[in-house]
Nanobody, 114 residues
Framework: QVQLVESGGGLVQPGGSLRLSCAAS????????MAWYRQAPGKQRELVAR???????DYLPSVKGRFTVSRNNAMSTVSLQMNSLQPEDTAVYYC????????WGQGTQVTVSS
């Protein structure tokens, strides 16, 4: 079992920045990848960024060059630095960990609005 707790969401103006963090606890030794997903109202949840234990990075095309995912060596924390935020980035952002299954945090709201 892996427990995930996100922090760092909030309200930001277009063009602004936010940093999301996710702290993992429990069976973290078996985590093979961590990721950030988001879900906007009326839309399906989508993968935003993913980083594997071996450092492989995957990004949603619309956030490439604006968002950066990073983790610590122990795979106990994963962060998402979000720059040049746009209204279409507004969503609930979820932390995800893969460890013989998929574990989710409770989500944190990101709202981009003037």
């Amino acid at each position: 079992q892996v427990q995930l707790v996100e922090s760092g969401g909030g309200l930001v103006q277009p063009g602004g920045s936010l940093r999301l963090s996710c702290a993992a606890s429990g069976s973290i030794n078996g985590i093979t990848a961590m990721a950030w997903y988001r879900q906007a109202p009326g839309k399906q949840r989508e993968l935003v960024a993913r980083i594997s234990r071996f450092g492989r990075l995957d990004y949603l095309p619309s956030v490439k060059g604006r968002f950066t995912v990073s983790r610590n060596n122990a795979m106990s924390t994963v962060s998402l630095q979000m720059n040049s935020l746009q209204p279409e980035d507004t969503a609930v952002y979820y932390c995800n960990a893969e460890n013989r299954g998929s574990y989710w945090g409770q989500g944190t709201q990101v709202t981009v609005s003037s």
